[in-house]
C-alpha cells in the first residue's frame, strides 16, 4: 500500500516557449503515496525558504442546510489542538520557528499553509500531518470559536452591504439544493447551531490521504519533500468511503432582487449562468468566457467610466476553475446622479456591438493577450501565488498543466470567437440581478 | 561569522545575498537598486515626498495630483498612454499616501519590451500634462470614494482616529480631501503641486529585479533627468503627545462596534525603535500567537481580529490597538485590550515569550525579501526615510539581544495610560 509513484512531470516545452529560458531549469514534480495522498512540488532557489500547503477537497460546495459554513468552521478548529499539541500549540510552534501560517475555505477547497526557512520543512510537514488525522474536539474551544466566526461573519458580510448584495446574487442563481446557493462562511442561523459531532463527521468523512494535495514551492529538493511526506502521512488509510462528489450545481436565470441596505452608494450585480473549465463540454468554451471578461473590463472601463463618465466602477468577473457550474458576472456603481438603468443600457450596447462587430474589439483583444503573457512571468515573483495555483487546479480535478496551457490557450482565441461566446452566454432577459438601494447610514 | 561562511557554502547562484546599491542621480534622487535573478522583470518605485502631508490646506491635493499622472502627456493622450502600457503587459500604478505617492512600474526585461515600458513610463512621470477634463472626473470619483468610505465603520473610525491624534497636523486630514476641499482644487493647483514636489531632490528611486547595475544606472538617470532639480520638502513638525484622554464614540448602524485604542507613536530613528518593534511583534503584532489576540480572541472568543502596529510615520505615526466586537461586548473587549495594555508596559514579560518573539522574527527573516515585490518595499522605506544600508542586513542583530526589560522600559517610556485615544464606530451606547 504505500508504494510511490514518482512522476516528473514533463512541463520544460510549454514553460520553454513561455518564459524565455528563464525557467527551463525548474521544473515540476508529481508523486502520489499509496494510500493517495498527492504530491506536486515546484522547486524555486530565489530564496532559502519553502511555503507547503496542504489542499483538501471540501468546501461549501459539499455543504447544504443546517450546517453550511462547516468546512469553514472546521478549518478554526484544526488550531484548536491535536492528540500531540494541545491548542493553539501549533501556531505557536511554527511562529517560534520563523514560520508564517493560516489556512483559507472557499467553495471547493479547503487548505492550510506555512511560509518558513528551508531548514524548517520536516517541521511544516510533521505537524500538518499530525492534524489531518489527530484532531480532538473540545466544546469548549468550540464554544469560544464559534463566537469568533460570527464576529467574522458579522465583518465580512452583514456590516459591508456590497458583500451581501453578492450573498444574495449567489442565493438567486443557484438552486438551493445544489452547490454555490449557500455563502462559504455559512448562514448565521447555521454557524449558531451545530454541534461538535457535525464538526467530528466532517472530519473524518472528508480528511484522509487520498481527499489531499500536498504542494510544496521554494527552495526544496523534491525527493526530500516525498520522503518526509512518506514518512508523515505514510502510514495513513486510505479511506475508501470517499467518492468522486456527485453533486451539481444547479444555475438559475431570469432572478432578480432589490436589497434596501443601510449604506451611502448604490450598486447593481448581474449573473449569467455559464460552465466551467471542469464542467464544459468545449474546453475551449470557458477561455473564451475567460478573454470575454478581460475585453468587456478592459472596454467598458474605458467608455463608462473614463469617457461618458456614467459609472465610478465596473467588475466584470468569470470563475474559470470553479468544480461546477458558474457565473459569468458584471457589477457596477453608477456615478453620482446617473440612473441603473442609463449604465445597464450602455452596457448592452457595447456588448451588441461586441456582439455585432469583432473588430470593435481586436485591438483589446491583443493587448489582454500581452498582459496575460507578462502576468503569467509576474505571478513567479510569489511562491504563495505559485502553490496556489498548483493546489487549486490539482484539488478541483483538472490537472496542473492547466497553469502552464492557460497563456496558450487564450492566446489562439480570436476576436470573432469572443463574439460569438458573448452572443451565446450574455442574455440580458435571462440574467439574475441584484440591485442595492441605499437607505443612508443614519 | 562561521554561520555566514556556512549559509555562503550552500547557497545557489540565484541566492547570493542581497546586495544593495545605492547612488544619487546627478539631479539629487537618491537611488537604491537590487538586482536580483531567477525571473526575467523589473520593478521600479518612484516614491516623492510629495503626499496628504504635504496638502497644505487643501486637503486631498496631493491624492489628485498623484492620480492624474498618467491620464495625459505633452505627447499622448490617456487612451494612448493606456494602450503603450498594456501593448507590452507593462504594469503602471500610482498610490498616495501620507509621508509619499508612489508611482510605480513593473516589466519584462526583455528588449524592446523594456525599452518601450521605460519610454512611457518615463514620459509620464516627467511630461505629465494636467486637463480639465481629467481633473473633473477625478474630483467626480474622489467625492463618490468619500461617499463610499461613510459607509465602511471601519474607514469611519480611522478617519476619526487619524483626526484625534493628529489634531491639527499635517497627518491629521483625509488623504482623499473631503467634499470641500476637493471642490476648490483647480488645475493651477495641480501643476503648481508638481512643479515644487515631483523633482529630483524629493525622490526616491527604488529598483529591483534582473538588469545590471549599468543598465539601472541609465534608467534611473534617465528618469531623473526628465525632472526639475527643486527642492527637498522640509520637513514637518513632530507629532506631539496629547496632554489629555480623550473617549470619543461615533454613532453606525453596524452589527459590530469596532474599536480604536491608542496614541501618538514613533518615527523609525526614535531611540527605542527596535525593543518597541519586538515589544510590539509579542504584544499584537504577530497575529494569533501575539499577547492581545490571545486575551481577545482565543481566550474569550470576542473578535475575529484583535492587534496593535505602529505606523512608523516620517515626523511620528501612532500607536493603536484595533479591533471590532458585537456592539454589546464592546465594554469587556475594551477594559481587557486596556488592562492587557497596561499589564504589558507595567511589567517584563516571560523569557518564554520574548524567546518565541526573537525566534519568530529571526528564524522568518528570509521571508521578508523572498520576493522582488518585498525588497522593493524594504528598498524604498530604507531610502525614502534614510535607514542605513545594512538596516535589513543587520536587523535579526539589533533584535537578537533585547532584553524583557528594554521592552517593558521602552513601553513604559512611550505608552501614557492617562491619555489614552478609545475611539469607537458603531451601535449607540
Not at chain 1, 514534480?29 to 512540488?41: S, Y
Not at chain 1, 492528540?83 to 520557528?97: D, H, L, P, V
Not at chain 1, 474605458?302 to 468569470?318: E, M, T
Amino acid at each position: 500500500m504505500k508504494a510511490l509513484i514518482l512522476l516528473f512531470f514533463g512541463l520544460f516545452h510549454s514553460l520553454f516557449a513561455l518564459a524565455n529560458n528563464h525557467l527551463s531549469n525548474q521544473g515540476i514534480t508529481q508523486a502520489t503515496l499509496g494510500n493517495g495522498l498527492k504530491i506536486v512540488v515546484k522547486v524555486d532557489q530565489r530564496a532559502p525558504v519553502f511555503i507547503s500547503q496542504l489542499w483538501y477537497k471540501v468546501g461549501a460546495s459539499d455543504e447544504s442546510r443546517p450546517t453550511t459554513g462547516v468546512s469553514h468552521m472546521l478549518e478554526h478548529m484544526m488550531f484548536k489542538g491535536t492528540r500531540t499539541y494541545k491548542s493553539g500549540e501549533f501556531s505557536q510552534i511554527i511562529a517560534r520557528n520563523g514560520g508564517d501560517e493560516n489556512a483559507f475555505t472557499s467553495k471547493d477547497f479547503t487548505a492550510y499553509y506555512q511560509k518558513m526557512h528551508k531548514s524548517k520543512l520536516e517541521l511544516a510537514i510533521k505537524m500538518e500531518a499530525d492534524r489531518m488525522r489527530n484532531l480532538t474536539f473540545s466544546n469548549r474551544e468550540l464554544t469560544k470559536e464559534r463566537q469568533v466566526v460570527i464576529e467574522e461573519r458579522r465583518m465580512r458580510v452583514e456590516d459591508k452591504p456590497n458583500s451581501k448584495v453578492y450573498e444574495n446574487l449567489r442565493l438567486i442563481s443557484f438552486d438551493k439544493k445544489g452547490a454555490y446557493h449557500s455563502p462559504v462562511i455559512g448562514f448565521q442561523q447555521d454557524i449558531e447551531t451545530y454541534s461538535l459531532n457535525d464538526l467530528r463527521v466532517w472530519y473524518e468523512k472528508y480528511y484522509a490521504p487520498n481527499n489531499a494535495t500536498l504542494v510544496v514551492v521554494g527552495d526544496v529538493n523534491p525527493v526530500e519533500v516525498v520522503a518526509l511526506a512518506k514518512q508523515y502521512f505514510g502510514d495513513y488509510a486510505f479511506n475508501p468511503n470517499i467518492k468522486p462528489s456527485d453533486r451539481t450545481a444547479t444555475t438559475l436565470k431570469g432572478n432578480s432582487k432589490v436589497l434596501k441596505l443601510k449604506a451611502e452608494l448604490p450598486f447593481y450585480v448581474l449573473s449569467f449562468p455559464a460552465p466551467s473549465l471542469k464542467t464544459a463540454t468545449d474546453k475551449s468554451t470557458p477561455y473564451k468566457l475567460e478573454m470575454l471578461a478581460y475585453v468587456l473590463d478592459n472596454g467598458l472601463s474605458k467608455s463608462l467610466i473614463r469617457n461618458q463618465q456614467i459609472a465610478s466602477s465596473i467588475g466584470v468577473g468569470y470563475r474559470l476553475y470553479d468544480k461546477y457550474d458558474t457565473l459569468f458576472t458584471l457589477s457596477f456603481i453608477p456615478a453620482n446622479g446617473v440612473s441603473n438603468d442609463t449604465v445597464l443600457k450602455a452596457i448592452k450596447t457595447q456588448v451588441a456591438e461586441l456582439i455585432n462587430n469583432p473588430d470593435f474589439i481586436q485591438g483589446e483583444l491583443s493587448r489582454t493577450k500581452a498582459q496575460l503573457e507578462a502576468d503569467f512571468i509576474f505571478e513567479q515573483d510569489q511562491i504563495s501565488t505559485q502553490s496556489y495555483y498548483l493546489g487549486m487546479l490539482s484539488t478541483v480535478g483538472l490537472g496542473i498543466d492547466k497553469m502552464f496551457t492557460y497563456v496558450d490557450n487564450m492566446n489562439s482565441i480570436s476576436a470573432t470567437e469572443v463574439s460569438a461566446i458573448a452572443k451565446h452566454y450574455l442574455n440580458f432577459d435571462d440574467a439574475n440581478s441584484v440591485e442595492l438601494i441605499p437607505q443612508g447610514v443614519k | 561569522m562561521r554561520f555566514l561562511v556556512l549559509l555562503l557554502l550552500f547557497a545557489s547562484s540565484a541566492q547570493a545575498k542581497l546586495d544593495i546599491q545605492h547612488w544619487i542621480t546627478p539631479e539629487g534622487a537618491k537611488v537604491f537598486f537590487a538586482q536580483t535573478k531567477g525571473l526575467p522583470i523589473l520593478d521600479i518605485a518612484l516614491n516623492f515626498d510629495a503626499a496628504a502631508s504635504r496638502d497644505g490646506d487643501q486637503f486631498g491635493l496631493a491624492s489628485l495630483s498623484s492620480t492624474l499622472l498618467g491620464t495625459a502627456t505633452k505627447y499622448h493622450n490617456e487612451e494612448q498612454i493606456i494602450n503603450a502600457f498594456e501593448a507590452v503587459g507593462a504594469q503602471f500604478s500610482t498610490s498616495s499616501l501620507k509621508d509619499m505617492s508612489i508611482v510605480s512600474l513593473r516589466t519584462l526585461t526583455r528588449q524592446p519590451i523594456l525599452k518601450k515600458s521605460l519610454d512611457t513610463f518615463t514620459e509620464v512621470i516627467t511630461q505629465p500634462s494636467f486637463k480639465q477634463k481629467y481633473l473633473t472626473r477625478e474630483k467626480r470619483q474622489t467625492l463618490r470614494s468619500i461617499e463610499a468610505g461613510k459607509q465602511s465603520p471601519a474607514n469611519i473610525a480611522s478617519l476619526a482616529f487619524d483626526k484625534a491624534v493628529f489634531v491639527d497636523h499635517p497627518y491629521a486630514h483625509p488623504k482623499i480631501g473631503t467634499q470641500k476641499s476637493i471642490n476648490q482644487i483647480s488645475l493651477q493647483d495641480l501643476e503648481q503641486y508638481y512643479q515644487q514636489f515631483y523633482v529630483a531632490k524629493n525622490l526616491t528611486i527604488a529598483l529591483v529585479g534582473d538588469i545590471s547595475k549599468v543598465k539601472a544606472k541609465q534608467i534611473a538617470r534617465q528618469i531623473s533627468h526628465g525632472l526639475n532639480v527643486g527642492q527637498k520638502a522640509k520637513a514637518n513638525s513632530i507629532v506631539l503627545p496629547l496632554d489629555q484622554p480623550q473617549t470619543i464614540h461615533i454613532e453606525f448602524p453596524s452589527k459590530q462596534t469596532h474599536l480604536l485604542i491608542g496614541q501618538a507613536g514613533i518615527n523609525r530613528s526614535h531611540p527605542d525603535y527596535y525593543p518597541l518593534y519586538l515589544g510590539n511583534h509579542i504584544f499584537g503584532g504577530s497575529g494569533l500567537t501575539s499577547i492581545l489576540s490571545d486575551e481577545i480572541r482565543e481566550k474569550k472568543g470576542l473578535a475575529y481580529s484583535a492587534y496593535s502596529y505602529f505606523t512608523k510615520m516620517q515626523s511620528n505615526g501612532f500607536f493603536m490597538m484595533r479591533m471590532q466586537t458585537k456592539n454589546d461586548q464592546t465594554n469587556e473587549a475594551k477594559n481587557i485590550a486596556i488592562e492587557t495594555l497596561k499589564s504589558f508596559r507595567n511589567n517584563t514579560i516571560d523569557t518564554q515569550k520574548l524567546q518565541d518573539g526573537k525566534d519568530n522574527i529571526i528564524g522568518g527573516f528570509a521571508l521578508e525579501t523572498a520576493s522582488n515585490a518585498n525588497i522593493l518595499t524594504y528598498l524604498s522605506i530604507i531610502g525614502f526615510y534614510d535607514l542605513p544600508l545594512d538596516y535589513l542586513s543587520s536587523f535579526t542583530d539589533k533584535i537578537k539581544d533585547i532584553s524583557a526589560e528594554d521592552i517593558q522600559k521602552s513601553y513604559e517610556r512611550l505608552i501614557d495610560m492617562d491619555k489614552l485615544i478609545v475611539l469607537s464606530v458603531g451601535a449607540k451606547k
